[in-house]
């Protein structure tokens, strides 16, 4: 008999009561305790298992609408989604927040306690994989069916220490305590190849075709993460690929006595997902990366094919199921692999298996960086995917013979456009892949885009006038507002009503009314103060430093790289220090200089920008004359729950790469939703920043990536700036002079001499403007009014950098999708019996 159960039963217990009955539950027979002997552990988890059961019911409904229903579903195909911690988000999605914290506190318990001991999956770099986590939130809580798939990483991103003023690496256990979100699926798995050999054979039909034997079969098992829409009846599946040896043990070795050896195979199985690799240098003999991003892709589209044939559907219209995005070349072998199961394993002819995979998908590229170009030697490649380096070469053949027809006799054309590259030794180029294999391509701000067309990808744009397109990143305001900036959250739910958390690119602007009124600004103005006296709490937790909440916060976190010019940054501030002793009466309004970030492990350069920042904080500190006005201080571990503390609790915010350099950005959106001013060049988003807030209340400097290119052809060099700039050459002097390394004069040197004979990325060209900029800040900071006021335009103008625009966009103009009409509760609790 079935069950009789209300339907929705697990949605309907949210009264604080309920929540704190079923967290007992949960504490008992989950974590087999009770309150006297629980541990924070099993509070955590018995929490985040209450809150889960109200999850699932919505997301079962979602589910069975995307295997049933005939709408085309995103799917959102990514090495990386850098989530963030999970139980406050859900939270706030359900509107539960205040009912778990009554309900935990009923038993005695206290939910933010809770909070504070979720440790967040790193299972990204940073940008691009923050970026995806940002779209699965807006395409949820924007009722778009879709789902994302990615890797499920044993070790997300390394997690960052520093000892003697160097960052340490240490290896992100996220798993050590288990992922209480999600929901492993051991019956739900593909099997993978890789390597052995290729066969032709004729078929029944006399048709050629192409048999592929691997020499080594892996399974990829599903790990499902939820993410839930903000008050949205839609909650997305995350599907993780975690690999697995399909035969746990090998008999045949076992019994030759090789116990070791019989396990071997298994393991070496599992290290494929293993560890995320931290964005380095692009290193092309990386083969574990190459058979994570094929393994991942690999599950994905067997996945979605069975979905899409579950739905009785032909293999020849996948595309109208399916959208797929190619988050960045990562991913970009999914264009070899559709075409090998099209052919290859249901037999669709060549020419209709190739309409369908440019119809199904599409490409996001997000780095003009050269060196950053995936691309993998043809030898490699070959050997570990040889039936997907055959169907590469056929791509290629009938691509370039279509060049060929439009543009007779140009072969330089067609030797840069090929998907193989043969300057040299020969390599796979994965960018040219996804942009034959997809019907758009879209860079990730107006300036980006702009420089994918005249530069990277001229030769497709001249052969494809419309494929490139625009779409500007966004971030979501759940997150980087109403979960991280509680107390603004508060002012604006009074001012501008709840619905700027649905609707932040229609109603953020309304704000601007408010920048008026000395009562609001007030007010605005002890939000910020309230902000940063909790950072100035974690920074004493973190670095044991005292920094003053009523000294300007001027702050750069992001990855460490050169082209960011953190150790822009830093010049500045030495300068600043110089300044403060030489002047001594000076009147220069105090700042604290704060910066977060992680550098790639083998990053030379990067590391040793680390140790200067923090060699600059020890130095300022000890200099009792100056600290009270001048101080640095660097919080390790950067990652998404540090990021919300920091964001709200910034006046200023450090944009300053190399223009040309930086794609988008997406933290200078995120400060600027909070209120904090720009410093910043013409790169990336910045340039959409200006335009959305005007010069009066956007901090510019520095050339535009025409001077830039215009001063690199004229063959740039940064001796001029030094010998015309005292300040920079006294700047340099004392980096040089031990000052700032207990007197080791040796330590800065390769930093130094490499802004002396090269300087890649012109830090000494800006640096004038810089610091004639950073001027301009401190008169503004005078006056608190009109800077709060500025602040105040500064959030109101952050509508359009909403992830939900972004995403609106990408339906309307790459995806063709369309939100789920209201969801019927096709399934519930009651639905359990057989
Ligand atoms: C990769 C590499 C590898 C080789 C060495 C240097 C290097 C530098 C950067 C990268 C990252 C490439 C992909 C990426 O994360 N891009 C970031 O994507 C963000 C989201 O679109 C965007 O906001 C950032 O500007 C962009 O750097």
């Known amino acids: 008999m079935a069950i009789t159960i209300p339907r929705n039963m697990a949605e309907e217990k949210t009264s604080a009561e309920v929540l704190g009955h079923d967290f007992c539950h949960h504490l008992y027979y989950s974590q087999g305790k009770i309150g006297r002997t629980a541990s924070l552990y099993d509070i955590h988890m018995a929490a985040s298992r209450t809150v889960r059961d109200r999850i699932l019911h919505r997301w079962m409904n979602t589910v069975h609408h995307l295997v049933s229903d005939d709408f085309r579903v995103v799917a959102y195909l990514s090495a990386e989604f850098l989530i963030g911690p999970q139980m406050s988000n859900n939270l706030l999605c359900l509107g539960l927040t205040e009912a778990a914290r009554q309900g935990l506190s009923n038993n005695g318990f206290d939910l933010d306690a809770v909070i504070s001991q979720e440790i967040e999956p790193g299972l990204g770099n940073g940008g691009l994989g923050r970026l995806a986590a940002c779209y699965l939130d807006s395409l949820a809580s924007l009722d778009i069916p879709a789902i994302g798939y990615g890797i499920h990483y044993e070790f997300g991103l390394f997690s960052q220490a520093i000892a003697d003023g160097w960052q340490v690496e240490q290896a992100d256990r996220w798993l050590r305590m288990g992922s209480p979100w999600e929901l492993l699926r051991p019956d739900m798995a593909y099997e993978v190849g890789f390597g052995g050999h290729t066969t032709a054979y004729t078929d029944g039909q006399g048709r050629y ?3 592929w034997e691997p020499a080594q079969v892996i399974r990829g098992m599903a790990c499902d993460l939820p993410i839930p829409g903000y008050q949205s009846q839609l909650t997305i599946p995350l599907r993780l690929w975690r690999a697995e040896a399909v035969e746990a043990f090998d008999l045949a070795t076992y019994n030759t006595g090789d116990y070791m050896g019989a396990v071997l195979g298994k393991i070496k199985s599992e290290n494929v997902t293993k560890v995320l690799y931290p964005v380095d240098e692009m290193e092309a003999g990386k083969r574990l990366r190459l058979m994570q991003q094929f393994f991942f892709v690999s599950c994905s589209l067997q996945d979605m094919l069975r979905i899409h044939l579950l739905k009785g559907k032909t293999p020849e219209a996948f595309n109208e199921t399916y959208a797929v995005q190619l988050n960045d070349t990562h991913p970009a072998v999914a264009v070899a692999e559709l075409m090998r199961l099209l052919v290859d394993t249901h037999g669709l002819a060549w020419e209709q298996a190739w309409e369908t995979t440019r119809k199904a998908f599409a490409f996001t590229n997000h780095t003009l960086l050269p060196e950053a170009m995936e691309r993998w030697p043809v030898g490699m490649f070959g050997k570990l995917l040889p039936r997907h380096l055959e169907i590469i070469y056929e791509i290629n053949r009938r691509f370039l013979d279509e060049v060929r027809a439009m543009r007779t006799g140009d072969e330089d054309l ?23 294999g997809s019907h758009a391509i879209n860079g990730v701000a107006s300036l980006h885009t702009e420089l994918l067309k005249s530069t990277v990808l001229k030769d497709f744009h001249a052969l494809w006038p419309d494929k490139i397109l625009n779409v500007t990143n966004g971030v979501t305001p759940r997150r980087w507002v109403a979960l991280s900036n509680p107390r603004l959250a508060a002012l ?30 007030a007010r605005w103005r002890e939000i910020k103060q309230a902000n940063k006296f909790s950072l100035a709490k974690v920074a004493k937790e973190r670095t044991g430093m005292d920094i003053d909440p009523a000294s300007l916060f001027d702050i750069q976190v992001k990855r460490i790289h050169e082209y960011k010019r953190q150790h822009l940054n830093v010049l500045h501030i030495v300068s600043r220090y110089l300044k403060l002793k030489n002047e001594p009466h000076a009147d220069v309004p105090p700042r604290t200089f704060i910066f977060a970030g992680k550098a790639a492990p083998s990053y030379f350069m990067a590391k040793l920008i680390i140790r200067l920042i923090t060699g600059v904080s020890v130095a300022l500190e000890k200099d009792k004359a100056t600290r009270d006005r001048l101080k640095v201080a660097f919080l390790p571990n950067f990652n998404v729950g540090l990021g919300q503390i920091i ?42 920043i200006l335009d959305a807030v005007g010069e009066q209340d956007f901090f510019l400097f520095g050339l535009d990536a025409h001077e830039v290119a215009k001063a690199k052809a004229a063959g740039y060099s940064p001796r001029g700036c030094f010998d015309n700039d005292p300040i920079l050459r006294e700047a340099l002097g004392l980096i040089s002079s031990g000052f700032f390394s207990d007197g080791d004069g040796s330590l800065f040197q390769p930093l130094v001499d490499s802004l002396l004979h090269r300087d890649e990325y012109m830090l000494l060209a800006d640096f004038g403007s810089y610091c004639a900029c950073q001027e301009r800040v401190d008169a503004a900071w005078r006056d608190q009014d009109a800077w709060s006021a500025s602040s105040i335009r500064n959030v109101a103008g952050s509508g359009r950098f909403s992830s939900d625009r972004a995403i609106r966009e990408y339906c309307r103009n790459i995806w063709d999708v369309e939100p789920m009409a209201s969801l019927g509760d096709e399934v519930s609790f009651r639905d359990c019996a057989a």
Not at 499 to 516: C, K, V
Not at 648 to 663: F, R, T, V, Y
């Open 492 to 521: 604006l739910d009074e001012s501008l009503g709840t619905e700027w958390i649905r609707e932040w690119e229609a109603t953020s602007s309304r704000l601007a009314a408010y920048a008026g009124d000395a009562g609001f600004r």
């Open 647 to 688: 964001y709200p609790a910034a006046n200023l915010s450090e944009q300053i790469s190399l223009a040309g350099k930086e794609a988008s950005g997406t933290g200078n959106m995120k400060f600027m939703m909070n209120g904090a001013l720009t410093i910043g060049t013409l790169d990336g988003a910045n340039v959409e």
């Open 414 to 436: 067609v030797s840069r456009l090929s998907l193989i590259d043969e300057s040299g030794e020969r390599y796979v180029r994965m960018a040219h892949l996804a942009c034959v």
């Open 209 to 211: 075709s192409v048999r």
